[in-house]
């Protein structure tokens, strides 16, 4: 998570939406950084216990702003990510398993460690129905999502790649995909909500 308070905005890292490569972009105009365990504070954790904080101590209250990935997208992201050969052996490495078993692992009442994974909706919202983030853009629309950063922090932004995961095959299987969508369908109605307004869903909170 990165604060701006001179420009009044914070950007909440959704995990596995690019945010190393934008945290790497921003981070030297940032006048506070929440990192490594930090780093990945829900908007919920930010809108009731950061923001109060940061409007008590700096009398600044910096509107937030995330990025959400179409869902199966974003467990893809987490597979490949999990099947690097720094994870051979471990107990996260998703390398001898295939895309289906995983998300089939992913979305049962016990996922092994590797399988352990948050979700995007629980990290957006109040776990409930209220988008708590004010700003949701949607990962496939960066260029609005470069186009509000530059504008609202006046500089021109640009990203470059990183931490980029194996490029492996992950298919899914119609079934498996069907029951991800029944189990999860919070975070596709969210994401669907999100691409109806062109990418960019402003919450109700402002």
Do not use: C
């Amino acid at each position: 998570m990165l604060v701006f308070l001179r420009h009044k905005l914070t950007f909440l890292a959704t995990p596995k939406t690019g945010t190393t490569a934008i945290e790497m972009a921003l981070k030297p105009r940032a006048e506070i950084v929440f990192s490594k365990n930090r780093k990945h504070i829900t908007a919920l954790r930010y809108a009731n216990k950061v923001a109060p904080f940061l409007e008590d101590t700096f009398g600044v209250r910096p509107a937030s702003v995330a990025v959400m990935r179409e869902p199966v997208d974003q467990l893809r992201s987490w597979y490949r990510y999990r099947s690097q050969k720094r994870l051979d052996g471990t107990k996260f490495s998703t390398k001898m398993i295939s895309f289906d078993q995983f998300v089939q692992e992913v979305v049962s009442d016990s996922p092994p460690d590797r399988a352990q994974i948050g979700r995007q909706f629980n990290f957006l919202t109040d776990g409930k129905t209220r988008v708590m983030a004010d700003h949701v853009f949607a990962y496939e629309t960066p260029k609005a999502f470069l186009k509000f950063l530059s504008e609202h922090l006046q500089h021109q932004v640009e990203v470059a790649p990183r931490n980029v995961s194996p490029n492996v095959a992950a298919p899914l299987s119609e079934a498996t995909l069907a029951m991800l969508k029944e189990v999860r369908a919070e975070d596709f109605i969210l994401y669907d909500e999100v691409m109806a307004k062109g990418g960019h869903l402003i919450s109700d909170l402002i």
